[in-house]
């Protein structure tokens, strides 16, 4: 078991955050006496998913399951696409982003870019802390050095996605998407970011989804990602139990 004082949630959401990652040799009873009265007002569990006991038992002590986090990986053996896809693969350019994209793209995300995680969906927060909190994850990933590159197409901005360097030859690109005015238009289906690492000579990239982010889902599977794990979180707000 690992238990974090997720003190970036503090910051992020005015609430005291402990983040519990319960794993799978981890017994009943010690799961139990963790999560069954800790101190903090905002208690996150993530339960792997062949841990269904572990579920059973905390939704008897107040816990509420908001989300699933898809874990794929695509080790980019087969990125072939259909020519009526490669026509639109290349009329979409990627770019690395500068000060102004990033200003961009954070009004992006303030107008409602991200609406299908557990904090947007969660009543307890309102819809500018659940911005705000990847507004400011977008801030740490740019100290941390991560790059961000943007979609273009016709000259416009559609899109971004975040990569970093995990290991020699393996990519994680955790933050991505379609900025509000192209959600609809089908251009979101476009998934490049494993050309543009293999043309670096990269060896897998992966990327991780809610379950509440179906068509994500869907779409990163059918360009060649696989499910490698699903970690299920449960949550608790102290005071209302």
């Known amino acids: 078991m690992h238990i974090v004082n997720a003190e ?12 519990i990652t319960i ?13 069954s009265d800790p101190d903090a007002q905002y208690i996150v569990l993530k339960i792997p998913n062949d841990r269904t006991d572990v579920i ?3 939704q008897r002590l107040g816990y509420i399951f908001m989300e699933g986090i898809v874990h794929l990986v695509n080790n980019l053996h087969n990125l072939e696409v259909s020519a009526i896809e490669r026509r639109i693969y290349d009329a979409i350019g990627i770019v690395e982003m500068d000060a102004s994209d990033i ?5 992006q995300v303030s107008e409602g870019m991200f609406d299908s995680d557990r904090v947007y969906l969660d009543s307890y927060f309102t819809k500018e802390q659940a911005a705000q909190r990847y507004i400011n994850w977008i801030d740490d990933e ?3 050095g991560t790059e961000y590159y943007k979609y273009v197409y016709r ?3 559609i899109g971004f996605f975040a990569l970093r360097e995990i290991e020699n030859g393996h990519y994680t690109s955790f933050l991505g998407g379609v900025y509000n005015d192209y959600r ?8 490049k970011g494993p050309e543009f690492v293999k043309a670096r000579g ?3 990239i992966d990327s991780y989804v809610s379950t509440n982010n179906v068509a994500q889902i869907r779409n990163l599977n059918a360009h060649g990602y696989e499910i490698k794990e699903i970690t299920y979180t449960m949550i608790r707000h102290k005071e209302r139990n």
């Open 8 to 19: 970036w949630e503090k910051r992020n959401l005015g609430v005291d955050t402990l983040e």
């Open 23 to 35: 794993e799978h040799t981890d017994t009943i009873e010690e799961i139990k006496a963790a999560v």
């Open 56 to 58: 059973i038992e905390v």
């Open 103 to 107: 200003d961009y793209l954070k009004k």
């Open 142 to 144: 740019l100290r941390r």
């Open 155 to 157: 000259g416009k901005s």
């Open 184 to 191: 609809r238009s089908g251009l979101g289906a476009v998934v």
């Open 202 to 204: 990269a060896r897998s």
